[in-house]
Nanobody, 114 residues
Framework: QVQLVESGGGLVQAGGSLRLSCAAP????????MGWYRQAPGEQRALVAT???????NYADSVKGRFTISRDNAKNTVFLEMSSLKPEDTAVYYC????????WGRGTQVTVSS
């Protein structure tokens, strides 16, 4: 039984920064590719960024150069550092631990005001 827990969401002005965290206890963390996804109201959930166990990263074009995904394997935690935030970044952000069996967090709200 695995429960991912996101934290760090909140309200920020356009141009500001925020750091999200996702704790993933109860798994062999390095075996999992970790990802951040987001879902805006009325939209489908979309990829933001992924990072493999050995640190290879991938980003959606919309966030390249603004967001950085990282992981601390000793702490079973993945981070998403967000800068130069835009109103269109407003969404619920979800953490994913992906392997043959995958796990989702419950999400954390990020709201970027104009």
């Amino acid at each position: 039984q695995v429960q991912l827990v996101e934290s760090g969401g909140g309200l920020v002005q356009a141009g500001g920064s925020l750091r999200l965290s996702c704790a993933a206890p109860g798994i062999i963390f390095t075996f999992y590719t970790m990802g951040w996804y987001r879902q805006a109201p009325g939209e489908q959930r979309a990829l933001v960024a992924t990072i493999t166990g050995n640190g290879r990263t991938n980003y959606a074009d919309s966030v390249k150069g603004r967001f950085t995904i990282s992981r601390d394997n000793a702490k079973n935690t993945v981070f998403l550092e967000m800068s130069s935030l835009k109103p269109e970044d407003t969404a619920v952000y979800y953490c994913l631990a992906q392997r043959s069996t995958s796990y989702w967090g419950r999400g954390t709200q990020v709201t970027v005001s104009s």
